[in-house]
């Protein structure tokens, strides 16, 4: 029996999906534990590219159960469509995929006041994806939400009705002009809400209790990045859910002295999309290049992402605040041709040098401090052994090892399952 957890260090799209993909084979339930359809976890193999947005990286697997946990939001349209995009590939959802009862759900009104809150927050706006996430956890956290359990229950729908109602009186509070047409949207909700059912809708802390006792392994998966948490992250830059690895034990119902080994995974570079801080950016030509060459684009929104340099103080911070037991840093070929290499090591903080993430983070008062290496020339997306890895991307990693005092385990030098190093 065992209980991994795996989530991202950065600021999100750090490769998730592929890792637990590669990973997947060593479990018997892979568990999604928080976040919604802002993800885009994104699957490469025998020449397929897919990408999952609710629905656990494990699919793809024979002989595993993939689970939605109770942290997670599920739009059920989206949710539909995720389904209906998986159909050509012929996998038996109905034993493969199971749900929470206590997963909240997202409503059509959901997105609708996201996109209001949005709209009314002017230059200040968080950059959301707009799929509803933080109205819906705010229903939840707020005791007005709706369940995926309550689908089964004979007051589903005057549930629905009372909630979507409060929502519209909140939409027009906000005073934005948001068109929308309300009964086309609830057509498309319940006609996937029908969909939905067609799957088990589990308790998934007493399953997860019961596969443990019997011996299963399982492998939670997080979503977004540690400097996305709404405690941890760049607040308000931030999502509205716990990303860190004390989510797994909420999104789940797993208790934390179970869990064993903490999976982390980041980038050799930093990427973040929406706004907020972000010490290391890049707005010159090195910004560009990695975004051009690891086609740095949102797989949910299309945005371009905002490129920039390693930063060993967020992840060192990110690291800590998980319990980070092994590393695996995704996208190292996105280095190649760079003559010089930059990792931040520290900030200048007011007048100070300061090794940690101050409460406020703002370019004027933070400037990060760097180490500089040597590039390599090499293409590394053909390589498959450590020891074939250039020896400036050894010290690279290296480097980083002694700073964050943590192994690198796995090395991705490509977007493809086979394109992944184990050192
Ligand atoms: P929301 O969670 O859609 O409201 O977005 C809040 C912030 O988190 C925005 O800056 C988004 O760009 C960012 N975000 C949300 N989900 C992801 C993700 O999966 N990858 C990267 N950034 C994300």
Redesign the pocket.
């Known amino acids: 029996m065992t209980v991994d957890l795996l989530l991202?260090l950065q600021?999100?799209?750090e490769g998730k999906g592929k890792i637990v993909d590669v990973l997947t084979s060593k479990y018997d339930i892979i568990a999604r534990f928080q976040?919604?359809p802002?993800?885009?976890?994104t699957l490469e193999f025998d020449g397929i590219k897919h990408v999952l947005r609710t629905i656990p990286s494990g699919i793809f697997h024979k002989n595993n159960i993939n689970i939605i946990g109770n942290g997670v939001v599920i739009d059920p349209v989206v949710f539909k469509s995720e389904i209906d995009g998986l159909a050509k590939f012929n996998l038996d959802l109905k034993s493969k995929l199971i749900i929470s009862r206590k997963a909240h759900l997202i409503l059509p009104t959901h997105r609708l006041l996201?996109a209001a809150s949005e709209t009314a927050k002017g230059k200040a706006k968080?950059?959301?994806?707009?799929?509803g996430?933080?109205p819906t956890y705010m229903d939840k956290t707020g005791r007005n939400g709706i369940r995926v359990g309550d689908i089964e229950l004979a007051d589903f729908k005057d549930k629905y009705r009372a909630l979507a109602n409060k929502h519209e009186e909140m939409i027009a509070f906000y005073d934005v002009a948001i068109q929308y047409n309300l009964p086309e949207l609830e057509k498309e909700f319940f006609e996937a809400i029908e969909d939905l059912r067609k799957l088990d809708f589990i308790d998934s802390e007493e399953y997860l209790a019961k596969a443990q006792k019997e011996g299963k392994s399982i492998l939670c998966e997080g979503?977004?990045?540690s400097l996305?948490d709404v405690d941890f992250g760049t607040y308000p830059?931030?999502?509205?859910?716990n990303t860190t690895a004390a989510g797994a034990c909420t999104g789940l119902g797993i208790a934390p002295n179970k869990i064993k080994e903490v999976f982390g995974i980041f980038k050799a570079y930093t990427t973040?999309?929406?706004?907020?801080p972000f010490p290391t950016e890049d707005f010159g030509d090195d910004g560009d290049v990695m975004a051009k060459v690891g086609n740095e684009f949102?797989?949910?929104?299309g945005?371009k992402?905002r490129c920039g340099w390693l930063d060993l103080v967020a992840l060192k911070y990110a690291i800590q605040i998980n319990g980070v037991t092994q590393l695996m840093m995704m996208k190292g070929d996105v280095l190649s041709g760079f003559e010089t290499l930059k990792v931040c090591t520290g900030y200048n903080y007011k007048g100070e040098v300061i090794h940690h993430l101050p409460f406020n983070i703002e370019e004027e008062n933070v400037t990060p401090i760097y180490t500089e290496f040597k590039g390599w020339a090499q293409d590394l997306t053909g390589l498959t052994t450590f020891e074939s890895l250039p020896k400036e991307l050894k010290d690279y990693i290296e480097f980083i090892e002694k700073e964050v005092e943590v192994p690198i385990k796995i090395i991705s030098v490509g977007p493809d399952r086979k394109q992944t190093i184990m050192k």
């Open positions: 991202g600021w999100g799209d976040g919604g802002n993800a885009g976890h996201d968080i950059g959301s994806t707009l799929k996430i933080s979503a977004q990045g996305l830059f931030v999502t509205s859910s973040r999309v929406g706004s907020g949102g797989s949910v929104t945005r992402r």
